[in-house]
C-alpha cells in the first residue's frame, strides 16, 4: 500500500520561490513608502509643481469701441469689430496631415498642399495655418475634432468705407493696441479694460469643469467715439486730394476743413493714402502718417495772414495803411527781395502786401511792431512777434489733438545774442525759418478769424460709455485773448482781396458765388537743404483760406508738398485744390450762403 | 477515521489519475495519492476581477479626457475594454479547462506561433505613432506579439526545466544552461534591437533566470547569467541613443522636466498631486493631455491623482494578495511542470507590475510596460488572463506538501481540512485562507 504522506519528489525549489516572494512583498513595502513619501510627505510640493502646470491665466479680451460719426443726426459706425479665429496646429498631434490638410481645405478652402508644411513642422506645437477665419469656419474646424487643430479668435478691425478717413482713424495692431491716429491716441478709452480667467486647463489650454481655482473677471468694453468729421466733406475731400496730386504732380498733399468757432475737424485728409483694413500689407510705413498734424514744414506766405493778424493787434498797422516798399531790405548784411513782376519799389498798402505776397511787406510790418514808423527790426519787435507765435498763435507746440504722433514744429527763440536774430526773425514774418503744422496754422488763424479763443482743435465730439452714457466733448478754450476781436473782422476783407486780385490775374477757378465770401492766402515756401541753406528750384505749396456766407464758416487749410507743376507753387500747388475743396464745399451745399 | 480518509484519497486517486491533466506524468503512487481534483481558488478570479474593474473605472472616469486628445468618442475606450474583457474571461475558462498535459504538449505549436507572429511584426509597416515593430494587424485586430512569445516561452521554459529535473541533468551545463543561455540570447536579440522593447525583453530574460533559479540551476551559474543579462542590457542602453536620453531622464528627472524627462516629471506630478486622498474619481487633471499614455502606461499614476495614497496603498495590496494566492498555488502545484508554470506566471505579472508602478513614481526608469490587468489594452489583459487560467487550472490540483513539511501534521491538515468549514468559503479545500492561519496553527 503506497504511503499517501510520503513526500513529495518534486525537486523545484520552494524555499527559491519564497525568496522571490519575500522580495516582491519588500518590493511593494518601498513602493508603499515611496508613494506615502510622494503623496503625503511631498503632497505640497507636487500639488504645487500640478498647478503651475495646469493653472493657466487668460486675458479676457474687452471689445474694442466702436469709432462713428454723426449724419444728419444718426449716428453712423466707421469702424466696427468682427471676431476672426486664427487656426492653428499642435503638429505632433497631427496624425495624418494629408488628410487633415484636406479637411481644412474644404472648410476654408485653398489648395490642400500648401497646409502640409505648417500641420507637419518638426518642433513645435503651435504653428498657423490661416488667418481670419470666420465664425462659421471656426465652427466647422471644431467639428472635425482634431486634438492636433485649434482656433484662437481675434477682434478685428472692419472698415466699412475703406480708406476713409484712414489717416486719421489709424489701425489695431496684432497685439490689439492702436497704432497712429485715433486708435492710438484714444487708445485707452477705446480699450476698455479686459477681463480675466483663471483656470485649470487640459494641456491644450481648455478650461477644464469649474474648480476651486477658477476665478472670472468680466471684461468691460471700451467707449465708442462719435467723431466731428462730416462724412460727406471727408469723402469728397478724398477724391478731390487724390485727382490734385495727379494735376500738381505733388509728392503729398494734405488738407484741413474745421470750424472755426469750435474747433471742430470736419474733414481731414492726406494723399497718397491706405485702407486700414489691409495695413499689414502696407509696405511703406509713411503712409501711415497722417501729414495734416505731424509733418511740420516751413509753410511760406501763409504765414502773413498771421504777421498781420498781430501787427494790426497791436496798431502797428491799420489795415488801409500805405507804405513805401523800397523793394529789397538789407538785414544782417542779406537781401530781402520781392519777386521782380510785384512792380519794384513803389508806394504800397496792407491789402498789397497780402495780394502780391510782399516779403518786403512782412519784413516791414515786423519793423512796425519794433518801432511804429521806423524801419528797422529790434529786440522789442522780435519779443512781440515770438511772444505772438508761441504765445498766441500756439505755433511750435502740438495743439493736442487726438492724434498718435502730433508734430510740435519749431519756432525759431527770441535769443537776441544771436547776430543773425534781425534776419531769423525778418524771415519769419513771411513764413521762412519757422516750421509749423497745418493744423497748427489753421487752428491759429482760426482763433483770428473767430474774435480772438483758440479752441483746441479736436475731432471727437462725444464719447459713449459701454452703458450709454454721452460724455461730450466740450470746445477747449486754450487761449482766450488771441487777438481783439475787432482784428478778425480786418483780416477778413484783406484776404478776400486776395482771392480777388488772383482771380482778376486770370486764375478763373477763383472765381465764387457772389453770395459767398471766400478769402484766402497762398504760400510758395522755399524748402531748406539738410546741409544747410535753401533749394532754389524746390518747393511746397500751401493755402490757407475760409469760405462762408455771412461770415466765414469754415476755414480750409492744404499743404501741397513739392508739387511739379510749372509755376509758383503756392499758387499753382495750394490754391487750386483750395479752390477745388471750396467750389465742392459750395456746391454741395455745406455752406450756409449771404441772406 | 483513517478509513474514511483513505477511502477519500482513493476515490480522488481515481478521478486524479483520470484527469488528463496529470495522465502519465507521475510514476510514484504516493504522488498520485495527493493528485486529487478540488476547488479551485477562486481568489484568483475575484483579485484579478477587482483589478480589471479598477482600470476599467479609470479608462471610463477619463474618456472624456482621452476622446478629447485623441479625437474618438467619448465611448470609444470603454467599450473596447469591456470588449477586450469579455475576450479575456472567455480566454481565461477555455485556458483552465483544456489539460495542462495538452498545453505542455503543445509547446512546439505554441513557439512556432510566437515566431510566426514576431515574423509578421517584423515584416509589417509600423504606425508612423508606434514606430517600433511590435504590433500583429488583422484587419481590425492587432496585438503585440511579445505577449504570444511570452507566453509560449513560458510552456516551453517549464517544460525544459522540468524534463531536466526529472533525468537529472539540471546541474549540466551543455543540457540545461547552454540552452537557456542561447535562447535569451535570440529573444533579446530580436525583441530589444529588432523591435525595440527592452521592457519586454528584460520580462522575458528575468522570467526565464528565475524559472531556472528555482528549478535549481547553481547559483554559479545564475551569475554567469546575470552578468551577460547586466552586460547585454548596459550595451543595449548605450548603444540607442533614446534609452541612454531614458536612463539620464531616470538619474535626473527635475532637469529634464520639459524635454526627455516630461513624462516622468508629469506621471510623478499626478501621483504626488493626488496627496492623502486623491482628487476624487472624476477629477484628474493630468489625463486631460498633460500625461501621456494616461490609459496605458501610466494608468497608475492616474489611478493615484484620483485616490491618492489610500486608494494606490490598497492597490498594492490587491496586487501584493494576488502574487501572494499564485506563490502559495505554485508552492502546492502537483510537479515540476505546474509548480514552473505557475511561478514562470507570478514572475511575469509581478515583474510587470514593479516595473510599471516602480516608473510611476520615479524609482526605476520608463520602459513602456503595461500595468498587469489595469491598464488599457486588449493584448496584455487577453493573454494575462490567458496564464491565469494556467493557474486556475493547476489550483485544483495542489497538494499540501512541501518537503519541508512533517507528514503527520500534512495528514492532519488533509483530514481536518474536510471538516473545517471556514476554510471553505472560497477556493480550495486545502485553502488557509489569508492570512496563513493554517500555519500559525501547525507552529
Known amino acids: ?595 | 477515521m483513517l478509513f474514511a480518509n483513505r477511502g477519500q484519497l482513493a476515490r480522488r486517486r481515481t478521478r486524479a489519475t483520470s484527469s488528463p491533466a496529470f495522465a502519465g506524468s507521475q510514476s510514484n503512487g504516493d504522488r498520485l495519492a495527493l493528485l486529487r481534483r478540488h476547488k479551485p481558488d477562486h481568489w484568483l478570479i475575484v483579485l484579478c476581477a477587482i483589478l480589471l474593474a479598477t482600470g476599467l473605472m479609470v479608462i471610463y472616469s477619463i474618456s472624456p479626457a482621452l476622446a478629447q486628445t485623441s479625437g474618438v468618442s467619448g465611448s470609444y475606450y470603454v467599450e473596447r475594454q469591456i470588449l477586450a474583457i469579455v475576450l479575456a474571461a472567455i480566454a481565461f475558462f477555455v485556458t483552465a479547462s483544456i489539460p495542462l498535459e495538452r498545453w505542455r504538449r503543445s509547446y512546439k505549436l505554441l513557439l512556432g506561433f510566437a515566431i510566426l507572429a514576431t515574423l509578421v511584426a517584423i515584416a509589417l509597416p509600423v504606425n508612423p505613432n508606434y514606430p517600433a515593430h511590435r504590433w500583429v494587424r488583422l484587419g481590425s485586430l492587432s496585438f503585440e506579439s511579445v505577449d504570444l512569445l511570452i507566453f509560449a516561452l513560458l510552456i516551453w521554459a517549464a517544460n525544459f526545466l522540468a524534463i531536466r529535473l526529472k533525468n537529472g541533468t539540471i546541474n549540466n551545463f551543455k543540457k540545461t544552461a547552454y540552452p537557456l543561455l542561447i535562447v535569451m540570447l535570440v529573444v533579446g536579440f530580436v525583441v530589444a534591437v529588432t523591435q525595440s522593447d527592452l521592457g519586454s525583453t528584460g520580462v522575458i530574460v528575468v522570467m526565464l533566470g528565475l524559472m531556472a533559479y528555482v528549478a535549481g540551476l547553481p547559483l554559479k551559474r545564475i551569475f554567469i547569467f546575470g552578468g551577460i543579462i547586466a552586460l547585454g542590457t548596459f550595451l543595449a542602453i548605450i548603444a540607442t541613443p533614446y534609452r541612454r536620453a531614458r536612463l539620464e531622464t531616470f538619474l535626473h528627472p527635475d532637469t529634464n522636466c520639459q524635454t526627455t524627462g516630461y513624462q516622468a516629471c508629469q506621471s510623478i506630478i499626478a501621483v504626488g498631486s493626488g496627496g492623502f486622498t486623491g482628487l476624487g474619481l472624476g477629477s484628474s487633471v493630468q489625463a486631460y493631455g498633460y500625461l501621456p499614455e494616461a490609459d496605458n502606461d501610466s494608468i497608475f499614476a492616474i489611478f493615484a491623482e484620483k485616490f491618492g495614497f489610500i486608494g494606490s496603498a490598497l492597490l498594492l495590496l490587491v496586487f501584493g494578495a494576488l502574487f501572494y494566492r499564485i506563490a502559495k498555488i505554485g508552492e502546492r502545484a502537483p510537479d515540476d511542470f505546474s509548480r514552473l508554470i505557475v511561478f514562470g506566471v507570478l514572475i511575469w505579472i509581478s515583474v510587470e507590475t514593479v516595473i510599471n508602478i516602480g516608473a510611476m513614481i520615479g524609482l526605476l526608469p520608463l520602459k513602456g510596460i503595461t500595468l498587469p490587468f489595469v491598464s488599457y489594452g486588449g493584448t496584455s489583459v487577453v493573454f494575462f488572463a490567458t496564464s491565469m487560467g494556467l493557474v486556475y487550472q493547476i489550483s485544483r490540483y495542489g497538494s499540501h506538501v512541501g518537503p519541508d513539511r512533517d507528514r503527520l501534521k500534512l495528514m492532519e491538515r488533509i483530514s481536518g481540512n474536510d471538516y473545517s468549514g471556514h476554510r471553505r468559503r472560497f477556493g480550495g479545500a486545502h485553502n488557509p485562507g489569508f492570512g496563513g492561519r493554517g500555519r500559525t496553527k501547525e507552529a
Open chain 1, 1 to 595: 500500500m503506497a504511503n499517501p504522506t510520503g513526500p513529495l519528489p518534486a525537486s523545484v525549489s520552494i524555499a527559491r520561490i519564497r525568496l522571490w516572494s519575500g522580495l516582491l512583498v519588500a518590493v511593494i513595502i518601498i513602493f508603499a513608502l515611496r508613494l506615502f513619501y510622494v503623496q503625503v510627505i511631498r503632497y505640497g510640493h507636487y500639488s504645487q509643481a500640478a498647478l503651475s502646470d495646469q493653472l493657466k491665466q487668460y486675458q479676457i479680451p474687452a471689445s474694442r469701441g466702436l469709432i462713428e460719426v454723426k449724419e444728419s443726426g444718426n449716428i453712423v459706425p466707421i469702424v466696427l469689430n468682427q471676431r476672426l479665429y486664427t487656426l492653428f496646429a499642435d503638429p505632433p498631434f497631427i496624425k495624418k496631415p494629408q488628410t487633415v490638410a484636406k479637411q481644412i481645405s474644404q472648410i476654408i478652402g485653398g489648395n490642400p498642399s500648401s497646409y502640409i508644411h505648417a500641420l507637419s513642422i518638426k518642433g513645435t506645437q503651435y504653428s498657423v495655418i490661416a488667418n481670419k477665419l470666420t465664425q462659421t469656419q471656426s465652427k466647422a474646424i471644431a467639428k472635425l475634432q482634431d486634438p492636433g487643430l485649434g482656433t484662437q479668435g481675434q477682434d478685428f478691425r472692419v472698415y466699412p468705407n475703406g480708406d476713409l478717413a484712414a489717416q486719421v482713424l489709424g489701425f489695431v495692431n496684432n497685439q490689439g493696441i492702436g497704432d497712429y491716429g485715433l486708435e492710438q491716441a484714444l487708445n485707452p478709452q477705446l480699450a476698455g479694460k479686459p477681463g480675466m480667467l483663471k483656470a485649470i486647463t487640459s494641456v491644450t489650454g481648455v478650461p477644464l469643469a469649474a474648480s476651486r481655482q477658477n476665478t472670472q473677471i468680466q471684461p468691460v468694453p471700451g467707449d465708442n467715439v462719435v467723431l466731428t468729421l462730416n462724412i460727406g466733406i471727408q469723402q469728397q475731400l478724398q477724391q478731390i486730394l487724390a485727382r490734385d496730386y495727379k494735376t500738381t504732380k505733388s509728392q503729398g498733399l494734405s488738407a484741413i476743413v474745421i470750424n472755426p468757432y469750435n474747433g471742430h475737424i470736419k474733414a481731414m485728409a492726406n494723399y497718397p493714402t491706405y485702407n486700414p483694413a489691409n495695413y499689414a500689407n502696407v509696405t511703406n510705413s509713411r503712409l501711415f502718417d497722417n501729414n495734416a498734424v505731424d509733418y511740420p514744414i516751413e509753410p511760406g506766405s501763409v504765414m502773413k495772414t498771421l504777421t498781420t493778424s498781430a501787427a494790426l493787434n497791436i496798431g502797428a498797422i491799420k489795415p488801409n495803411e500805405t507804405f513805401y516798399d523800397p523793394a529789397h531790405w538789407v538785414i544782417n548784411g542779406f537781401n530781402i527781395t520781392d519777386i521782380k513782376q510785384d512792380g519794384g519799389a513803389r508806394e504800397q498798402n496792407i491789402a498789397s502786401i497780402l495780394a502780391l505776397s510782399l516779403n518786403t511787406g512782412a519784413t516791414w510790418m515786423l519793423m512796425q511792431m519794433s518801432q511804429k514808423g521806423n524801419t528797422v527790426i529790434n529786440g522789442n519787435g522780435i519779443k512781440i512777434w515770438h511772444n505772438y507765435m508761441v504765445n498766441h498763435f500756439r505755433l511750435g507746440q502740438p495743439t493736442g489733438i487726438e492724434q498718435g504722433y502730433e508734430a510740435s514744429g519749431y519756432v525759431p527763440p527770441a535769443n537776441l545774442n544771436d547776430p543773425s536774430i534781425n534776419l531769423r526773425y525778418a524771415n519769419t514774418a513771411f513764413g521762412q525759418g519757422v516750421s509749423i503744422t497745418a493744423l497748427q496754422l489753421v487752428a491759429a488763424l482760426s482763433s483770428v478769424i473767430n474774435g480772438g479763443t483758440y479752441y483746441q482743435p479736436t475731432l471727437v465730439n462725444e464719447l459713449i460709455t459701454p452703458t450709454g452714457k454721452v460724455e461730450v466733448n466740450r470746445p477747449k478754450v486754450l487761449e482766450r485773448n488771441v487777438v481783439k476781436s475787432s482784428v478778425g473782422p480786418e483780416l477778413i476783407p484783406l484776404m478776400e482781396n486776395v482771392v480777388k486780385a488772383y482771380l482778376h490775374g486770370g486764375f478763373s477757378f477763383m472765381n465764387f458765388p457772389s453770395n459767398y465770401i471766400v478769402g484766402g492766402k497762398t504760400g510758395t515756401a522755399q524748402v531748406a537743404r539738410p546741409t544747410g541753406g535753401y533749394y532754389n528750384n524746390i518747393f511746397n505749396g500751401s493755402y490757407i483760406g475760409f469760405v462762408g456766407g455771412n461770415k466765414p464758416q469754415y476755414l480750409v487749410v492744404v499743404y501741397n508738398i513739392k508739387p511739379a507743376i510749372p509755376g509758383y507753387a503756392g499758387s499753382f500747388g495750394g490754391q487750386p485744390v483750395f479752390a477745388d475743396i471750396v467750389h465742392m464745399l459750395i456746391n454741395e451745399g455745406y455752406i450756409t450762403p449771404k441772406n
